[in-house]
C-alpha cells in the first residue's frame, strides 16, 4: 500500500503509552474548523439544545417506523406516504455567503429556493412522465460509509412523486445487511449488493446511479464491472476516484482535512492496535456537527441510532478503471459547500484529477444533502435524468 500507509508501521518503544494508528488523513496540528455550535451565538438559551433532545426509546421507535415505511414504499410505491415524513429544508444557521467562490467553467449552483422555470425543468409530477413512448428513468442510489438505504428516504419519496423509477442499496455490513463488518475485506465484497442488482436487471435495461461519500468508490466499482447497464453516474459528495487509485490515496494527500476529522472518526483495531483499522464509526457527539450541520434536527436523531461502523479495507483498495468500461459513462458531480466531512477543496481535487461531464454545486450544503437540501438535490437529479447522454455510440 506505499507511502500512503508509512504512519501505521509501528514506533520504535518509549516510556509513553502506545498510540493508536491513525490514517494518513488524520492531521493532529491541523486547525479546527468552524462547525455550526462554535458558530451559534454565546447568548442563545443553553436550555434550548436540551429541550430538543428525544427519548432514545422514542428516536429508536422513529427509526424503526421509517425502516418499514421504507420497505413498505419498495414494495407498494408508497411514495407519497414517505413524503409524509418531512418535506422540510434546514433554515438553521445558513452558511457564509459562497459568492466568492469560482466554481468551474461548467459548473451550476443550486439552492433549495431555485425556482424550477429558472433550471428549464418540467413541473415535478411531468418531469419523469411515462407518455407510453419513453421509459420512466430508473435511478439507484448507492449511500456512503456509515448510512444505508435507509438515508435516502426523502429522495426516493420525491422520485417516486416525479414519476421515477427508484430503488435504494445497502452495502454489504450497512443498514438491513448485517455481517461482521472484520470480513469486509475488498471492495468487490462491499459492493457486491450493488453489482448483484445490477446483473439482475434485465439485458436492454440502464440505470442511473447515484453516490455518496464512499459509496462513490463502490459505485466506480460498479461501473467497471457492469458498463451496459448504467447510462450515467452522480457523485454526490464522494470519492471519485482516478485509475489506478484509493480512497486512502485521495485523501491522504490533502491539507485540507481538519482536526474535525480527528475527532469525529474512532477507528476499530479487530486485529490488535499494531495492525490496520479493520473499521471506522463516527463519534454520535460529533455528528451534527461534522455530517449535518445544516440538516434538520429529526434527521440528526435518526442517523445517531442507525449509523453503523464501515469496513476500513476498501478505503485502502486501488481501483483498476478503464476508459472503455468506466470511462464510457457520463458522469456528474454535485459539489457541497458547507461539507467537512469532503471539504470543497478535496472535491475540486478529485474533479480536476479525472473531471466528469458536468459539475453542479447545492449552495448551502452539508456532506448529507439528501437531509438538507433534498429539494434542491431532487432538481439536479432531474435535470441531470433529462439531459440527453451520448454513451458508447448511441443517445440515450
Given amino acids: 500500500m506505499g507511502n500512503s500507509l508509512a504512519c501505521f508501521s509501528p514506533s520504535t518503544v518509549s516510556k509513553s503509552p502506545p498510540k493508536e494508528l491513525h490514517p494518513p488523513w488524520i492531521s493532529p496540528?491541523?486547525?479546527?474548523?468552524?462547525?455550526?455550535?462554535?458558530?451559534?451565538?454565546?447568548?442563545s438559551p443553553p436550555t434550548m439544545k436540551a429541550s430538543n433532545v428525544l427519548d432514545e426509546s422514542y428516536i429508536k421507535q422513529q427509526a424503526q417506523i421509517a425502516s418499514m415505511l421504507y420497505h413498505h414504499h419498495l414494495q407498494n410505491n408508497g411514495g407519497d406516504l414517505l413524503l409524509q415524513l418531512d418535506r422540510s429544508v434546514s433554515t438553521k444557521n445558513p452558511p457564509p455567503s459562497s459568492s466568492s467562490k469560482k466554481l468551474p467553467r461548467r459548473s451550476r449552483s443550486v439552492s433549495?429556493?431555485?425556482?424550477?422555470?429558472?433550471m428549464h425543468l418540467p413541473n415535478l409530477q411531468d418531469a419523469a412522465r411515462?407518455?407510453?413512448?419513453?421509459?420512466?428513468?430508473?435511478?439507484?442510489?448507492?449511500h456512503g460509509g456509515g448510512f444505508g438505504a435507509w438515508c435516502w428516504y426523502k429522495i426516493i419519496a420525491l422520485l417516486k412523486e416525479a414519476n421515477c423509477e427508484v430503488d435504494a442499496i445497502d452495502l454489504t455490513g450497512s443498514g438491513a445487511n448485517f455481517c461482521d463488518i472484520t470480513s469486509i475485506k475488498t471492495i468487490a465484497q462491499y459492493a457486491k449488493p450493488l453489482i448483484?442488482?445490477?446483473?439482475?436487471?434485465?439485458?436492454?435495461?440502464?440505470?442511473?446511479?447515484?453516490?455518496?461519500?464512499?459509496?462513490?468508490v463502490c459505485m466506480?466499482?460498479?461501473?467497471?464491472?457492469?458498463?451496459?447497464?448504467?447510462?450515467?453516474?452522480?457523485?454526490?459528495?464522494?470519492?471519485?476516484?482516478?485509475?489506478?487509485?484509493?480512497?486512502?490515496d485521495v485523501f491522504s494527500k490533502q491539507?485540507?482535512?481538519?482536526?474535525?476529522?480527528?475527532?469525529?472518526?474512532?477507528f476499530i483495531y479487530g486485529n490488535g492496535k499494531k495492525q490496520l483499522p479493520t473499521a471506522m464509526e463516527y463519534d454520535k457527539s460529533l455528528l451534527e456537527d461534522f455530517l449535518f450541520n445544516q440538516t434538520p434536527s429529526k434527521d440528526v436523531a435518526l442517523?445517531?441510532?442507525?449509523?453503523?461502523?464501515?469496513?476500513?479495507?476498501?478505503?485502502?483498495?486501488?481501483?483498476?478503471?478503464?476508459?472503455?468500461k468506466y470511462g464510457s459513462i457520463p458522469r456528474f458531480y454535485v459539489k457541497t459547500d458547507y461539507d467537512f466531512a469532503i471539504p470543497e477543496p478535496l472535491q475540486e481535487a478529485m474533479i480536476q484529477s479525472d473531471p466528469p461531464k458536468q459539475v453542479f454545486q447545492l449552495k448551502g450544503a452539508d456532506h448529507s444533502?439528501?437531509?438538507?437540501?433534498?429539494?434542491?438535490?431532487?432538481?439536479?437529479?432531474?435535470?441531470?435524468?433529462?439531459?440527453?447522454?451520448?454513451?458508447?455510440g448511441k443517445e440515450t
Avoid: W
Avoid at 30 to 37: C, E, I, L, V
Avoid at 202 to 211: R, S
Avoid at 303 to 324: D, G, I, N, Q, W
Fill in 29 to 43: 496540528s491541523a486547525p479546527h474548523t468552524r462547525s455550526r455550535k462554535s458558530a451559534t451565538s454565546s447568548s
Fill in 112 to 118: 433549495s429556493s431555485t425556482p424550477l422555470s429558472s
Fill in 130 to 142: 411515462n407518455d407510453g413512448k419513453e421509459k420512466k428513468q430508473h435511478f439507484v442510489l448507492v
Fill in 196 to 216: 448483484d442488482f445490477l446483473a439482475n436487471l434485465a439485458d436492454d435495461k440502464e440505470v442511473i446511479l447515484v453516490g455518496h461519500d464512499v459509496g462513490g
Fill in 220 to 248: 466506480s466499482y460498479a461501473m467497471e464491472m457492469n458498463p451496459s447497464k448504467v447510462s450515467r453516474a452522480v457523485f454526490v459528495a464522494a470519492t471519485m476516484l482516478s485509475n489506478g487509485h484509493s480512497a486512502l
Fill in 255 to 266: 491539507a485540507s482535512l481538519t482536526e474535525l476529522n480527528q475527532c469525529a472518526q474512532k
Fill in 303 to 324: 442517523a445517531s441510532v442507525s449509523m453503523r461502523a464501515v469496513p476500513f479495507a476498501p478505503v485502502t483498495e486501488k481501483l483498476c478503471l478503464s476508459a472503455e
Fill in 369 to 392: 444533502p439528501f437531509f438538507s437540501k433534498p429539494q434542491a438535490l431532487l432538481r439536479l437529479l432531474l435535470e441531470i435524468s433529462n439531459t440527453p447522454q451520448v454513451k458508447q
